[in-house]
Nanobody
Framework: QVQLVESGGGLVQAGGSLRLSCAAS????????MGWFRQAPGKEREFVCA???????LYVDSVKARFTISRDNAKNAVYLEMNSLKPEDTAVYYC????????????WGQGTQVTVSS
């Protein structure tokens, strides 16, 4: 079993920055992708960004040029640097792992709250 633990959420004013971290632990696993999703109140969970084993990244349009995903393979960790935050970025942010190209995002963290005040 793989456990994912997010940290780094909090309350920030619009225009501010936050850095989320996600540490993976448990049985040794190889991963195809590590990503971030978010769910705002009353809305469905949405994809935010991901980084894949080849190093390529993917972002939803609404966060491009503001958010940066990175990884530390030695620590089995993934990070999300969020800049120029907007109130509409307010959500619970979840870390997820995709272990192969043929699976869905199959491991999830418990989420961390990000609140951006106007």
């Amino acid at each position: 079993q793989v456990q994912l633990v997010e940290s780094g959420g909090g309350l920030v004013q619009a225009g501010g920055s936050l850095r989320l971290s996600c540490a993976a632990s448990g049985r040794t696993f190889s991963w195809y992708g590590m990503g971030w999703f978010r769910q705002a109140p009353g809305k469905e969970r949405e994809f935010v960004c991901a980084i894949y084993s080849g190093g390529n990244t993917l972002y939803v349009d609404s966060v491009k040029a503001r958010f940066t995903i990175s990884r530390d393979n030695a620590k089995n960790a993934v990070y999300l640097e969020m800049n120029s935050l907007k109130p509409e970025d307010t959500a619970v942010y979840y870390c997820a792992v995709k272990t192969s190209t043929t699976t869905a995002w199959n491991y999830w963290g418990q989420g961390t709250q990000v609140t951006v005040s106007s």
